[in-house]
RNA sequence: GUGGAUGUAGCUCAACAGUAGAGCAUCAGGUUGUGGACCUGAAGGUCGCGGGAGCAUCACCCGUCAUCCACCCCA
């Protein structure tokens, strides 16, 4: 056997069980709020055949993971959600019930270059309704992140915006915009000059954007926001945001952390992009398949709620370790095992008995572990086990039944 | 794709042109029935890889690979 490096691959990661905990916990945050509005689950394959991913993303295409399997089929890996999400509704036209409420937490992989925040393999979090043109839809989503991040306590505002506020303006120009908030005004103005506008106009189109009032769509938006009882106070219209204009089409929006910039989950209205995924030929092929929503980014939620201390300290899973003494009283340990094990109460023994006691305490405050069940011949002879909390150092010896009594609610 | 930085013990990092050291982690002791703290000791490195200059280098030069950061781009 050759020796191998232990390494990962660059822009993967491991997640050793610390992290796992947290980041199980945030899942399952998000899960029950999805839920907690009819969203439903939605889980594609990790890979797809590569046609149906090829030509959806434009230049970004060559970050798609694509090879040939042994059968010469060729493959790609999920690259994003939104597009395995139209080939389920293409496929599953009959079985799904419309509107479309779902949500997706899987990984996808992307070829990048890696950089702070930013990995190949990353989780990704949509939640979307598909088939609804409904303001009301609108307003749900931004209500559903508005709860996610009460939920979370983490203090976010919202920003909106309609994608009307750009018709007129040349898409290049738009991405300077985009970068408002990051780089500043000077910086803006001078990117659009380099991209070819003069100098005068771009001062002038920034500044009617600036002043651009709420469009129609953003007021009936808001009007339906707070009726549902949204917390108003969180929402801001800013008619700068541009993002990701390439597929949005009306109402898109952009939540950030207090104090911290960058976005922690962005989404909006794309009418005009799962009808393009539709094959020719199907009923509705062509046809607009309205379609609002938004992506949560996992990460650097994670990483906020990790500054600001808002992740609770997560336990180890065994709330006791029995321990074994010596060879003679192992016998008795497993019974005790075994009663607790009986009475469903989450629990390990430990996997050496010929090892010291100090060896099994050292296991159980390293793993976390509440109580550390003692039983050696003082115990046996009194069938009795001594039970020490390791948080306070307490201990009482007890008989097993007592225990289970004690623990058992 | 572009630019910058860094590769030395399992981890985080020192040092010095004369063939490497600390802290943490590991293991063993400090009264073989008690963890987190402390003390003592041990083990652990072809100094990323290849080449070059030099009496000699981990240290200098060149190349290469890897990682990190930033830019570009962007869910």
Redesign the pocket.
């Known amino acids: 056997m050759i020796k191998i490096k232990?390494?990962?691959?660059?822009?993967f990661r491991d997640f050793l069980p610390k992290e796992v905990k947290k980041r199980q916990w945030l899942i399952n945050i998000l899960i029950s709020v999805f839920e907690s509005y009819g969203f439903e689950p939605l889980e594609t394959p990790s890979l797809e055949y590569a046609e149906v991913l090829r030509g959806k993303y434009?230049?970004?295409e060559k970050l798609i993971y694509e090879f040939e399997t042994r059968g010469k089929d060729k493959v790609a890996l999920r690259y994003?959600?939104?597009v395995p999400l139209s080939r389920v509704i293409t496929q599953y036209q009959n079985e799904l019930v419309f509107p479309f409420k779902r949500y997706q937490i899987q990984n996808?992989w992307?070829g990048?270059?890696?950089?702070?925040?930013?990995y190949r393999e990353?989780i990704?979090c949509?939640a979307d309704i598909i088939g609804s043109s409904s303001p009301i839809a609108d307003a749900e989503i931004l209500r559903l992140v508005l709860d996610v991040y009460k939920t979370l306590r983490l203090n976010i505002t919202i920003k909106i915006n309609d994608r009307e506020n750009f018709k007129n303006m040349d898409k290049k120009y738009v991405?300077?915009i985009?970068?408002l908030e990051?780089?500043g005004e000077s910086a803006v103005l001078s990117e659009m000059v380099d991209k070819g506008m003069a100098s005068e106009g771009a001062k002038k189109a920034l500044s009617s954007l600036q002043k651009k009032p709420q469009t129609a769509k953003i007021k009936e938006i808001l009007s339906v926001l707070k009726k549902i009882g949204a917390d108003m106070g969180r929402i801001i219209y800013e008619p700068t945001l541009a993002?990701?204009?390439?597929?949005?089409t009306e109402m898109i929006f952009e939540t950030v952390a207090q104090n911290s910039s960058g976005?922690l989950c962005?989404g909006g209205r794309f009418d005009k992009l799962i009808g393009k995924f539709l094959p020719a030929g199907r009923q509705g092929s062509g046809v607009n398949v309205p379609a609002v929503g938004f992506?949560l980014?996992f990460?650097?939620t994670l990483e906020i709620l990790e500054e600001k201390n808002l992740i609770p300290q997560l336990k180890s899973s065994s709330k006791f370790l029995v321990t074994t003494?010596?060879k003679d009283s192992k016998d008795k340990s497993l019974e005790v095992y075994k009663k607790l094990r009986d009475e469903s109460i989450n629990c390990e023994i430990f996997l050496d008995e010929t090892a010291?006691?100090?060896?099994q305490?050292?296991y159980?405050?390293?793993k976390g572990i509440s109580y550390?069940l003692?039983?050696?011949?003082?115990?046996?002879?009194e069938d009795k086990a001594?039970i020490?909390?390791?948080?306070?150092?307490d201990?009482k010896?007890v008989s097993v039944e007592e225990l289970i009594k004690q623990f058992n609610n």
């Open positions: 232990p390494q990962t691959l660059k822009g434009g230049e970004e994003d959600q939104t996808v992307r990048e270059n890696p950089q702070k925040g930013r990353f990704q949509d991405s300077a985009d970068k990051k780089i993002r990701g204009l390439n597929y949005y976005s962005s992506g980014g990460d650097r003494f010596n010291g006691l100090e060896k305490l050292k159980a405050d390293k550390v003692i039983i050696g011949p003082k115990e046996i002879k001594t020490k909390n390791l948080k306070t150092g201990q010896t």
